[in-house]
């Protein structure tokens, strides 16, 4: 039986194998759940200390918490929204597959959506703990901003590691798609797609 660590490493390095060996795997879900329960728990973790260095959230929130006290709410339902993103999505994935001829299973979906999603979540989560390092040491939250506003190297950079992290978590998502609901390439491309949305949706309007 493959283990968890090596389903995590199979995501990045082969994604379509490693999916279709998941998808026979007795504890695809658990294994699947671990996923998103390792990237919800280093998340919220990450989001304490942005709480404890006295971080304003950079983007208006959609629900009515105070800019100041965000990130301390954002401790008690970063981990469920997470989780709950990964359920609603992995449900309609299925849903879409089940229109599309899709064969597959939800838990077999739902498995491979575990990986899919928190492996590239581990990019934004790294710049954020860096970012939230480097408050706790002392420099100014209006510091970064400025840097990161101006056009040059670290606007550039701030936009393309939260690129890299959305169309990988896609592709990932469009081959979970098509592995688990044996769909062709470009209904799965869609379905795909589409879920992708759903899920960042989802994560935008609560996570900062």
């Known amino acids: 039986m493959t283990s968890f660590w090596r389903y995590l490493g199979g995501t990045i390095i082969k994604p379509r194998s490693t999916f279709r060996t998941l998808q026979d795997d007795p504890k695809q879900i658990s294994k699947g759940f671990k996923a998103i329960l390792l990237i919800s728990v280093l998340y919220t973790i990450t989001v304490a200390l942005l709480a404890a260095g006295g971080a304003l959230i950079m983007a ?35 849903i879409l597959s089940k229109g599309a001829k899709g064969s597959g299973t939800y838990e077999g979906t739902l498995a491979a959506f575990g990986f899919a999603v928190a492996v590239p979540m581990f990019v934004t989560w790294i710049m954020e703990t860096v970012f939230a390092i480097v408050l706790l040491l002392g420099t100014k939250q209006e510091e970064f901003m400025a840097l990161s506003a101006q056009p040059g190297f670290w606007q550039y950079f701030v936009f393309a590691y939260q690129a890299v992290a959305v169309l990988w978590m896609l592709v990932l998502v469009m081959i979970g798609v098509g592995v688990s609901q044996k769909l062709r390439w470009w209904k799965a491309a869609i379905i795909g797609l589409l879920t992708t949305i759903l899920f960042m949706v989802i994560m935008i309007i609560f996570i900062r």
């Open 60 to 94: 208006p929130a959609f629900i009515n918490l105070s800019p100041e006290n965000y990130y301390f709410w954002e401790i008690f339902f970063a981990m469920p929204v997470t989780i709950l993103g990964w359920i609603l999505a992995a449900g309609f994935a299925r």
